[in-house]
């Protein structure tokens, strides 16, 4: 038997589609919630990893609630992020390091998350230094002490 011989060209091209196209993107479900495992006023779960090109969706899971980025708390390069109340909001995720997330209206009372994109390393020190009011400090403090 013979087998029909491939042309290289194509072959190469075939190569150069499917390192250019990311695999499929994954989309991780954060819920906002008036009361969580963790308590009143929660994102659920507060700590997600993905990786770059991947998306995270906000669910508006509870009315009241939106999720924005937190100043200092961004990996360079990447671009701040500010939902809508009561709305669902979905972010793609380019830029590898550590995001900081809050819900506007109950930061204060610690509605925050983090979400990790790749490797931590590039901005994880600065955001352990961003300062955050009262329970909002102390979760990101855990949070970013188990990374």
């Known amino acids: 038997k013979m087998v029909p011989k491939l042309k290289t060209p194509l ?18 479900q954060v819920k906002m ?6 308590g009143m006023m929660v994102f659920e779960p507060d700590l997600v990893k993905v990786q770059p090109g991947d998306t995270v969706t906000f669910v508006a899971t509870d009315p009241g609630h939106d999720a924005q980025s937190v100043p200092g708390m961004l990996p360079e390069g990447a ?25 506007k209206p109950h930061y204060v009372m610690g509605m925050v998350g983090v979400v990790v994109v790749g490797d931590p390393s590039s ?25």
């Not at 671009?79 to 819900?103: A, H, S």
């Open 33 to 38: 919630l008036n009361k969580g495992a963790k």
């Open 123 to 147: 901005n994880l020190d600065a955001a352990k230094q961003a300062k955050n009011p009262g329970k909002a400090g102390k979760l990101f403090t855990e949070l970013l002490g188990s990374l």
């Open 79 to 103: 671009q701040p992020f500010e939902g809508k109340i009561g709305k669902d909001l979905t972010v793609t995720f380019t830029q590898p390091g550590v995001y900081g997330v809050k819900c």
């Open 11 to 28: 072959l190469a091209a075939a190569a150069l589609a499917v390192a250019i196209l990311p695999a499929t993107a994954a989309d991780v």
